[in-house]
């Protein structure tokens, strides 16, 4: 076992909130509170963690399962178990295993990576890096010309599907990212970033390996013709410039032969648009709450999803997964699988590749215990009799 792998052993690790601390104690506190914060107050990304306590099991006991089938098949290929890695920015600033770690570790555990626009390792490196499927997060960053030879980049190197995120209009209001001073952190000026510069000194380890790795990288997969890849700016900026309507999916479709996956759907009304614009699967998603502070819990508007959508398309839905229970529950409501964000950024963060491969191992197995205690054989038998959901749910 390797030194970093130790590092997140039992009894060290056993679940993946043991992550947390660990990834506290080794970022700087500006990264950190971009991994773990969300949008103004936190209510959203507070009650997407609750709101799973809500549901509870009804377990058939007494039955044998010895073996439990734990694959599922998303956007036509097999996963051995039913989560996927979420696309999380600036991945690279959390450890220089970065996105091509975390795709690493996925493929080694026989699931999808989807990479983020907002990423600091080139496309084709971190799909080469993984043996799974790799799918592409798209904003529009750069403008049409850069989406358009970012769109051509990830069909040549073999994306299985593309993902767009239909939440960002602006960046949530990060309070935290504000407070810590992100974007002076991000930014040209030196003297701007004097005053929060305690916090980065104060983090030796990572320090050195951000400035081995090249420090701030550049976002390689957004390419402004004549100009070459875009600097890595402050998440707000970035993203303001990024927004995805759905004439820009008309478009997109175009230009992307393979599968569309529209992510961010809170509403059965944009649940059934995104199925008129040709999506082959949507992500029920709140962005983990860094977005709009107030929608609901991602799995709360996950049962009007399902009835709107009723099998047309492939359900997914991501927000709050920090146990194999909680991936349970989201099945059992009709999501085909989940995606994780923090639940492997935190392991990514506190131990770059070996940190990812441990979350999702504690998943995994989370997921087949539960299973077990459950009295079901397989992920493709769970349903609604398996849990209850409070009367208002419907
Ligand atoms: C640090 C961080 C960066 C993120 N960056 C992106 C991104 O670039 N694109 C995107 O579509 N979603 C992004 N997300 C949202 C995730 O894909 C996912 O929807 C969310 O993390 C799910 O919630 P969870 O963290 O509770 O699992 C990001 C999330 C986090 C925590």
Redesign the pocket.
Known sequence: MSRKSRAVASPRVVSVMDLRPLARRRLPKAVFD??DGGADGEVTLRE?CRVFDDVTFRPRHAVAVPECDLRTRVLGFDVSFPALL?????SRLMHPDGEAGAARAAGAAGTAYIL???SGHRLEDVKAASSGPVCY?L?LMGGREASEAVIERARVAGCAALVV?IDTAVAGMRERDFRNGMKELMGDSVLAKIPFLPQVLSRPAWLAGFLLDGGLSKLSNVVIPGKGPMELIDVSAALAAAAVTWNDLRWIRNLWPGLIVI?GVLTADDARRAIDEGAAAIVV?N??G?QLDGVPASLRALPEIVAAVNGRVEILM????RRGADIIKAICLGARAV?????Y?YGLAAAGQAGVARAIQILRTDVERTLKLLGCPSIAMLDRSYIDVPATWG
């Open positions: 971009y991994l997407n979420a696309p999380v920015g600036y983020s626009t907002l997060q904003y995120t992510k998603s962005h983990g860094r991501d927000g709050g997964i995606l994780c964000g923090r639940a950024a």
